[in-house]
Nanobody, 115 residues
């Protein structure tokens, strides 16, 4: 069974940093496109970033230059380093991949940016 489990969310002040983790089981993260999405209350889920098996990185326009996606193949885990956080980054963050025609989502981790 393929699963992805997010962790690392929390409450942080504006300008602060957090690192989210996405631990995968049942797949090898280095051979699948792995992504981070987020959903704020009353808004649609949006792409934050993804990393491809070749290491190509792509970011949503609102996080470019502040967030960094990376992968630790030994830990089979994908990370999202979030710097210079803003109140508008407040959302539930989800890890995502595609496997055997199915879209796999984690349960999400809450990130709240507030003073």
């Amino acid at each position: 069974q393929v699963q992805v489990v997010e962790s690392g969310g929390g409450l942080v002040q504006p300008g602060g940093s957090l690192r989210l983790s996405c631990a995968a089981s049942g797949i090898i993260v280095s051979i699948y496109r792995m992504g981070w999405y987020r959903q704020a209350p009353g808004r649609q889920r949006e792409l934050v970033a993804f990393i491809t098996p070749s290491g190509f990185l792509n970011y949503g326009s609102s996080v470019k230059g502040r967030f960094t996606i990376s992968r630790d193949d030994a830990k089979n885990t994908v990370f999202l380093q979030m710097n210079s956080l803003k109140p508008e980054d407040t959302a539930v963050y989800y890890c995502n991949t595609e496997y055997a025609g199915d879209t796999i989502w984690g349960q999400g981790t809450q990130v709240t940016v507030s003073s």
